[in-house]
């Protein structure tokens, strides 16, 4: 018997509503590291798997919107846990798709493990900045509060493959919505690895939903999707974000314009925020006994 072992090639897929299909149009194109060395072959996605992720997506909506904040905490820390587990294999990941040494690689992915945890934290606090009761002229309780907007299509950042991808990613799911990911088009196999994650860790089907391949291609029907609510043009260069904005005025969908992020800087809220509507609720306040007085 010969001593040579062949190693197993890891065949990526895509995610899509809790499941790991090949994209349908049955394309793949090669993925290489910074010094074009092929790593692997990566899903092309289509239209048609779009679509798909953005039904998976609006069926996932109801259960993930309507569980408790606290519930949603948990999962995100599960996430955080089982890349704690994985750590390894994802240093190789960034260090290949970055073109990073394995120091750099090890403190990029310690810092998006870190980030998980940070938006687990604000899951059940978020109401509590955002939301609260308004002082009015009247016998009236009036409160406001958040809730998610609904489906929301991510474009992951082209160059932070992992770091990146989950500082657009874990705000959008921490407020209970549910995602449409478009990895980095030329370092999407972070992004994949995660979607096995995402599989293993409490998160239900359908909650995020991770399509490699051509960002433009990819993204102009999310853009124009009517069942899309909101859409992250992170990873859109500006000429594609413009015609993404345009497209995605046709149902007022919330837009968050591509800007200048140092993700490694811990973030704010803002992009918690940006994907939450606010509602508003009136409620006599009533009296009690003779004296008139009210609560």
Avoid: C
């Amino acid at each position: 018997m010969s001593d040579t072992r062949l190693s197993v090639l890891k065949t990526y897929k895509l995610y899509v509503g809790g499941k790991f299909p090949r994209s349908e149009s049955g394309r793949v194109y090669e993925v290489t590291d910074a010094k074009g060395n092929w790593l692997a072959n990566a899903p092309l996605s289509s239209r048609k798997d779009a679509r798909d992720a953005v039904v998976a997506a609006r069926k996932a909506f109801g259960g993930w919107s309507g569980a408790t904040a606290y519930n949603r905490g948990q999962v995100l820390y599960r996430v955080a846990e089982m890349l704690e587990g994985r750590r390894d294999q994802f240093v190789r990941e960034v260090a290949d798709a970055e073109g990073l040494g394995k120091s750099k690689a090890a403190a990029l992915v310690d810092a998006t493990i870190d980030r998980w945890v940070w938006y687990a934290g604000w899951t059940d606090k978020i109401a509590q900045v955002v939301g609260g009761g308004n002082p009015v002229a009247g016998p009236f309780f009036n409160l406001s509060s958040p809730e998610p907007t609904g489906v929301v299509a991510v474009l992951a950042p082209q160059e932070s493959s992992f770091l990146g991808l989950v500082s657009v990613l874990a705000p959008v799911i921490a407020t209970g919505n549910t995602a449409v990911v478009v990895a980095s088009e030329k370092a999407p196999l972070p992004a994949l690895s995660l979607a096995e994650v995402l599989a293993t860790s409490d998160v239900p089907g359908g909650v995020v939903n991770v399509l490699s391949g051509r960002t433009a291609e990819i993204a102009t029907p999310l853009a124009a999707h009517q069942d899309v609510n909101a859409i992250d043009l992170a990873g859109a260069d500006e000429a594609l974000a413009k015609e993404l904005e345009i497209a995605a005025a046709d149902n007022l969908k919330r837009v968050l314009r591509p800007q200048p992020v140092d993700y490694a800087q811990t973030p704010g809220i803002d992009r918690m925020t940006a994907f939450l509507e606010t509602k508003t609720v009136w409620h006599p306040t009533g009296s009690l006994g003779a004296s008139g007085s009210s609560y």
